[in-house]
């Protein structure tokens, strides 16, 4: 068995991994989609059924004469001009490297379809961490193992021996997923931990990095795994246009691994899926003069979320704040109207009342493992920022 057009050898490292009998053998066997384009795309084009004419939007529409002029015409299955500047942005060695997907949703969905057999193969996740992998996973119909952070103290931190020890007890187990930082924890994972579960010489399974938030965890080359896909193949790191970048309403994700995976994505994923308005945005946000912007902005939000973690303790029955405080968010305890303990039901009653009555709408999460009487509450603009301190003070004096 080999992966269909694949132009590079397989990898060797590390030596425990065989990604060919990871791969689910109807993806390997799959013949891809193919279309007249992906030969000739120059000339009169009457090979995909598209409109000649184009389209009908009326021309006042403020977006339209923005947009580029062909949107009559499917997109690049490829893209291969953004992943090149997404390979440069994150130091890997070329566009092989990086795979397009519609939101890193799509990336989770994509891999667990690629790996696991629906009703017989398993995932594992952390608790408390991101809820798509669950729903993806049952979507799926594919099993979920949880091996929980240790969340004494709001530390957050992966149980390398655990996680490592269930993987290896059991084969089924196709995929790891990880989130770093974590949502909601924000907590980034050291590098030393998640290079110990790719080592784990008894467990042919792929590790999924997910970093959303990455960007504003400080110095991105210093705390990514994306620094560890040219190394280890049994390593997939996801990423996002939707948080750092801003562009949540573009739907673009990334998935950053070894070429023969991104391969196999490209092989199975539907062929026309990153829009033409995306992927022009997408690649303009790419620019030099947009990264300059990009990392103005980041600093904002890292200096909001700055005043935040000093305002926040001052405000009377806000307890301690949890994690890492390394994404785009807080994690802060509620505390009960008498003797300062963590109170679950006042933390609902304070987000209720926030959205309801002061249109401020934060996230419950005390039903999370280790986030009892918590509320997550993302970063937003200083007067944002200013507006949530002072609307969560007026509620918790009540
Ligand atoms: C940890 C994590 N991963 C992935 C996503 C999905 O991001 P995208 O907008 O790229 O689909 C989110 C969205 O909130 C997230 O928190």
């Not at 130091?91 to 397009?100: C, D, K, R, S, W």
């Not at 109207?337 to 009653?349: H, L, T």
Request: charged fraction near 20%; glycine fraction near 8%.
């Amino acid at each position: 068995m080999s992966i269909l057009g694949l132009t590079t050898p397989l990898p060797t490292y590390p030596p425990h991994f065989n990604l060919l009998s990871l791969i689910r053998p109807n993806i390997l066997s799959l013949q891809p989609y193919r279309c007249a384009r992906d030969d000739f795309d120059q000339g009169i084009l009457l090979d995909a059924n598209e409109n000649a004419i184009g389209h009908s939007i009326e021309e006042s529409d403020p977006l339209i004469t923005l947009l580029p002029k062909n949107l009559n015409r499917y997109p690049s299955p490829t893209h291969d001009d953004i992943k090149t500047r997404i390979a440069s942005l994150r130091n890997l060695p070329g566009p092989e490297y990086v795979f397009l997907g519609v939101g890193s949703d799509e990336v989770i969905d994509l891999v667990m379809r690629v790996v696991c057999a629906p009703g017989r193969d398993k995932v594992m996740v952390t608790p408390p961490t991101y809820g798509m992998y669950s729903v993806t996973a049952q979507v799926n119909d594919v099993e979920v193992v949880k091996v929980p952070l240790d969340v004494e103290g709001g530390r957050f931190s992966l149980e390398v021996d655990k996680v490592n020890s269930t993987l290896s007890s059991d084969p089924s187990i196709k995929l790891l997923f990880l989130c770093s930082p974590g949502n909601p924890t924000g907590t980034l994972i050291p590098l030393k931990d998640i290079i110990a579960i790719l080592e784990n010489p008894t467990w042919n399974g792929l590790v999924v990095v997910d970093e959303a938030y990455i960007d504003f965890a400080g110095v991105t080359e210093e705390v990514s795994a994306a620094s560890l896909v040219d190394k280890y193949a049994n390593l997939l790191v996801s990423q996002t246009l939707s948080k750092g970048f801003g562009l949540a309403g573009i739907r673009l994700g990334l998935a950053l691994a070894s070429p023969p995976l991104i391969q196999i994505l490209m092989n199975i994923k539907a062929p026309y899926s990153v829009s033409t308005p995306t992927a022009h945005l997408a690649f303009t946000a790419l620019s030099p003069s947009s990264l300059a912007q990009f990392n103005q902005n980041i600093a904002s939000l890292n200096a909001n979320r700055s005043y935040l973690l000093q305002n926040l303790p001052s405000i009377p029955g806000v307890g301690a704040i949890l994690g890492g405080n390394h994404a785009n968010f807080l994690v802060v305890q509620i505390l009960g109207k008498e003797g300062g303990k963590v109170d679950n039901e006042r933390a609902n009653e304070v987000y209720l009342r926030l959205a309801r009555r002061e249109g401020v709408v934060v996230r419950f999460r005390g039903k999370e493992v280790g986030c009892e009487g918590c509320l997550r509450v993302t970063v937003g603009t200083r007067e944002e920022c200013e507006v949530v301190l002072r609307r969560l003070r007026e509620v918790l004096a009540e």
